[in-house]
């Protein structure tokens, strides 16, 4: 199934949220609520209620009142759901041949070759946002994340500071908690950031090259004293197609059903901050180079005997076609649907089980 992308909302349904209680404004096409920062606006909650339900792209731009900060429409984008179609587009979609083009919004290509026709298409967005993440590609993976502002605007994590204790001191609610692990940020390039801040942070990474050292050796050795027991070529090559297919299947279902609990996530600190540990902080950072595994010395610590191997290679240009889309196939489980696509070296489980990711038909290419 695909990824849920953001709705198009009523102009109704906007006009009519212009209280405390529920407050959207708009910037174009896009529709945002930000009853949540009603009570952090520097110039208070009241003036912001002025223009509850309207437009604000003229008074954020306007310079003799107050011309808004970058940040300020960073906060805004945190707060983006959905899409509105303005007058404008909405007389473009009546008149056209093909009204699907344009609504839901945002439009296709030919939807806003229409729209630019007919002098509608100023502030029309030009690309879906997945309503999970609150990203649109595998792109937005790789934008830097502003670190303080990320902070005060969701209070969530401070990437600033080691992660395991304000996850475990933060008293979170679980719905809180999952509604922000699984919308990614990036950190310093996909530098690692800091998780325990003392001695044991070197063994919360792994370097892509521990995993050969590691892993190579017991494998060669039980292919070795495999093919002492069982000297048919034929016979050696069935029981790797079979062993291939148990740990596809088992890292499936580990992927889904361990990793993804979130529905069974007990709702305290400590089941949270396990998740965390073991899962939640790969959708949290999912660019940070060091941590696309589990190290040796947590597999040893929690005796898991499997894990996504794959990623540690999936990293690399260089890959095989196969491995590249692969790799293309589990970013699109980041950035656009963690509900679905647990299949990590093979998409043959997702296949079997219903959860296959299907990205929505692109109706858009981004602006330049």
Same mark, same amino acid.
């Given at each position: 199934?695909?990824?849920r992308?953001?709705?198009?909302i009523l102009?109704?349904?906007?006009?009519?949220?212009?209280t405390?209680?529920?407050c959207?404004?708009t910037l174009?096409?896009?529709?945002?609520?930000i009853?949540?920062f009603?009570?952090?606006?520097?110039g208070?909650?009241d003036l912001i209620?002025?223009?509850g339900?309207?437009?604000?792209t003229e008074?954020?731009?306007d310079e003799?009142?107050?011309t808004?900060?970058?940040?300020a429409?960073?906060i805004l984008?945190?707060?983006?759901i959905?899409f509105? +179609? /303005?007058?404008? #587009?909405m007389? !473009?979609?009546v008149? %056209?041949d093909?009204p @699907?083009?344009? *609504?839901?919004?945002?439009?296709n290509q030919?939807?806003?070759?229409?729209?630019k026709a007919?002098?509608?298409?100023?502030?029309? +967005? /030009?690309k879906n #946002?997945y309503? !999970?993440t609150?990203? %649109?590609s595998a792109? @937005?993976?790789? *934008?830097?994340t502003?670190?303080s502002?990320?902070?005060?605007?969701?209070?969530?994590?401070?990437l600033?500071?080691?992660?395991?204790m304000?996850?475990w001191?933060g008293g979170f609610s679980?719905?809180?908690?999952l509604?922000?692990?699984h919308?990614?940020?990036?950190y310093?390039?996909?530098?690692?950031?800091?998780?325990?801040?003392?001695?044991?942070e070197p063994?919360?990474k792994?370097?892509?090259?521990?995993?050969p050292?590691?892993?190579l050796?017991?494998?060669?050795?039980?292919?070795?004293?495999?093919f002492m027991?069982?000297?048919?070529?034929?016979?050696?090559a069935?029981?790797?197609i079979?062993?291939?297919g148990?740990w596809t299947?088992?890292?499936y279902?580990l992927?889904?059903g361990?990793f993804h609990?979130?529905g069974?996530?007990?709702?305290?600190r400590v089941g949270i901050?396990?998740h965390f540990?073991?899962?939640g902080?790969?959708?949290y950072?999912?660019?940070?180079?060091?941590r696309?595994v589990m190290?040796?010395?947590m597999?040893?610590?929690l005796a898991?005997?499997?894990?996504k191997?794959a990623h540690a290679v999936f990293?690399?240009?260089?890959l095989?076609?196969?491995?590249?889309e692969?790799k293309?196939?589990?970013?699109?489980?980041?950035f656009a649907?963690y509900?679905?696509?647990?299949?990590v070296?093979?998409?043959?489980?997702?296949?079997?089980?219903?959860?296959?990711?299907?990205?929505?038909?692109p109706?858009v290419v981004?602006a330049?």
């Amino acid at each position: 199934m695909p990824g849920r992308t953001l709705p198009t909302i009523l102009s109704s349904d906007v006009e009519s949220r212009k209280t405390t209680k529920s407050c959207y404004v708009t910037l174009g096409t896009k529709v945002f609520d930000i009853t949540p920062f009603l009570a952090d606006h520097p110039g208070g909650g009241d003036l912001i209620l002025q223009y509850g339900g309207k437009d604000v792209t003229e008074i954020m731009g306007d310079e003799i009142s107050h011309t808004h900060s970058e940040a300020a429409y960073e906060i805004l984008d945190d707060h983006l759901i959905g899409f509105m +179609a /303005t007058d404008p #587009v909405m007389k !473009t979609a009546v008149k %056209s041949d093909h009204p @699907d083009n344009i *609504i839901p919004l945002p439009p296709n290509q030919e939807g806003m070759q229409e729209l630019k026709a007919n002098g509608a298409a100023n502030g029309v +967005a /030009t690309k879906n #946002v997945y309503s !999970t993440t609150g990203m %649109s590609s595998a792109d @937005d993976l790789s *934008i830097e994340t502003d670190l303080s502002a990320d902070y005060r605007t969701h209070k969530f994590l401070d990437l600033n500071r080691p992660l395991l204790m304000q996850v475990w001191n933060g008293g979170f609610s679980k719905d809180f908690y999952l509604e922000q692990v699984h919308r990614p940020r990036h950190y310093k390039g996909g530098a690692s950031a800091p998780l325990f801040g003392n001695f044991l942070e070197p063994l919360s990474k792994t370097p892509w090259w521990v995993i050969p050292i590691v892993w190579l050796p017991p494998v060669a050795y039980g292919t070795f004293l495999s093919f002492m027991n069982i000297p048919s070529t034929g016979a050696m090559a069935a029981y790797w197609i079979l062993g291939l297919g148990i740990w596809t299947l088992v890292e499936y279902f580990l992927h889904r059903g361990l990793f993804h609990i979130d529905g069974y996530l007990p709702d305290n600190r400590v089941g949270i901050t396990l998740h965390f540990l073991l899962h939640g902080i790969h959708h949290y950072l999912p660019m940070d180079k060091l941590r696309l595994v589990m190290p040796p010395t947590m597999f040893v610590a929690l005796a898991t005997p499997f894990w996504k191997l794959a990623h540690a290679v999936f990293f690399y240009n260089w890959l095989p076609s196969y491995y590249r889309e692969l790799k293309k196939y589990h970013l699109q489980h980041h950035f656009a649907d963690y509900e679905n696509g647990f299949g990590v070296t093979s998409r043959f489980w997702d296949r079997v089980f219903g959860t296959e990711l299907a990205m929505p038909t692109p109706k858009v290419v981004k602006a330049t």
